[in-house]
């Protein structure tokens, strides 16, 4: 079961990898060639290799984590700048990426067209803050996470907080009389293109009242982002675009795609496959007490169930532990369902989650009877936030490394079929 659960990952993220998605969608391009090329995200390597592949010899820049791998092509053509930055968390380099961006668009021609290619992650990539200084935006992102804002929350605060997101960078092409086509992989629920990587290149639905009502409801105090956003409610400062004619911003990948490659595998595998969508959000606990009620409903089938899902839960920090959101899902699953023989997988598509260092976690029948024979208490571990910790004493974390890829989480639930 586990070489099921590991290979329908590896078959969803070989289906859906950026470069083939991209390649793809710039098959049919058409007009006179992009002046400048722009990748930014967690897939920018090989997406920029894809655009590169169609476009040889185009000026571009790429931007992406430190971990990131790049397509040997990328990496030694001599007319693609190259920057690393930091993320969940900007850092100086994100500001030297941003200011880099905005260069490249001064660089483009009247009439020109600049190809931007943006994924999941841009957000902390990309970053030149705006009415407050790097550390402030850094901590209160930080600690709007740490309260378990959603990505829609924290990118509207981002948005009003910066030169680059919410349309600006679109706005600044668009300034040179050249025209913006964007490419994007969404990692977001809804796959709305404003909230992907904070949309730069998207006009705004959101204003400064709304950023600061995200700082209300989350009960972050922070002084400093207060005060810009109450200047920009009255008017101080300009507020993100709300139309950007001449741009173009497509999804082009999204966890829709993700969880139908996940399905057509178990599919093949002989698994009756029960869809429950995308669109799943909220505690991860919550959403794994979601999943455990809808597993006890299909206990008694006739043959074995493979029940899938996507979307993205968050985690109220409450402890010190290691973990992220799916490896809490799967131990607060593994608490509510008991032994019923049912195995798991839970992880982010982009091999990370949160502070564990492995793309997530896998369920077993006898999950928590091993660990009480290592003297785990699951209990204990997921009241302080330590679910990481939790299975890679089980030796249950599923650790993929960056996958160069970031299409949201794909969790997969085998229910075994009524005994005869």
Not at 153 to 174: D, P, Y
Request: glycine share 12%.
């Amino acid at each position: 079961m586990r070489e099921v659960l590991r290979g329908t990952f590896q078959a969803a993220l070989a289906a859906t990898d950026p470069a083939r998605l991209t390649a793809r969608h710039l098959a049919g391009w058409s007009g006179p060639a992009p002046a400048r090329l722009l990748a930014f995200g967690k897939a920018a390597g090989p997406m920029l290799g894809a655009a590169l592949g169609r476009f040889p010899g185009t000026p571009a820049l790429g931007i992406l984590p430190d971990d990131a791998a790049l397509p040997a092509a990328v990496a030694a053509a001599p007319h693609v700048q190259l920057r690393r930055a930091a993320h969940p968390l900007p850092d100086h380099r994100s500001v030297q990426a941003g200011e880099a961006a905005l260069a490249e668009a001064e660089r483009l021609p009247a009439g020109g067209v600049w190809l931007v290619l943006v994924s999941g992650g841009g957000s902390a990539l990309l970053c030149r803050p705006q009415g407050v200084t790097l550390e402030d935006k850094a901590a209160v992102i930080r600690d709007l996470m740490r309260a378990g804002a959603d990505i829609h929350a924290l990118n509207t605060v981002r948005k009003h907080l910066s030169g680059v997101k919410g349309g600006r960078l679109a706005q600044a092409a668009l300034a040179r009389g050249a025209a913006v086509q964007a490419l994007l992989l969404s990692d977001v629920v809804g796959d709305d293109p404003a909230v992907i990587a904070s949309g730069p290149t998207v006009p705004d639905p959101t204003n400064f009242a709304d950023a600061r009502a995200v700082l209300e409801w989350f009960g972050v105090a922070a002084p400093e982002v207060a005060r810009h956003l109450a200047r920009g409610e009255g008017g101080e400062v300009p507020d993100t675009p709300k139309a950007l004619p001449g741009v173009t911003s497509r999804v082009i990948g999204s966890n829709r795609l993700l969880l139908d490659a996940a399905a057509r595998h178990l599919h093949d595998l002989g698994y009756g496959v029960v869809d429950l969508g995308d669109h799943w959000t909220g505690e991860a606990r919550d959403v794994a007490a979601q999943h455990a009620r809808i597993v006890q409903e299909h206990l008694n089938a006739d043959a074995p169930l493979a029940l899938i899902s996507g979307g993205e839960a968050t985690v109220t920090v409450r402890g010190p532990g290691v973990g992220g959101r799916n490896h809490e899902f799967a131990l607060a699953l593994a608490l509510h369902l008991g032994p019923t023989g049912v195995w798991g997988l839970s992880a982010g598509s982009d091999g990370l989650d949160g502070s564990s260092g492995a793309a997530g976690a896998i369920l077993t029948p006898d999950t928590l009877a091993r660990a009480a024979a290592l003297g785990l208490d699951a209990p204990a571990c997921l009241a302080r936030n330590d679910s990481g910790a939790f299975f890679t004493a089980l030796g249950d974390g599923l650790v993929t490394g960056p996958t160069g890829q970031n299409l949201n989480d794909l969790r997969v639930l085998l229910v075994p079929p009524r005994r005869a």
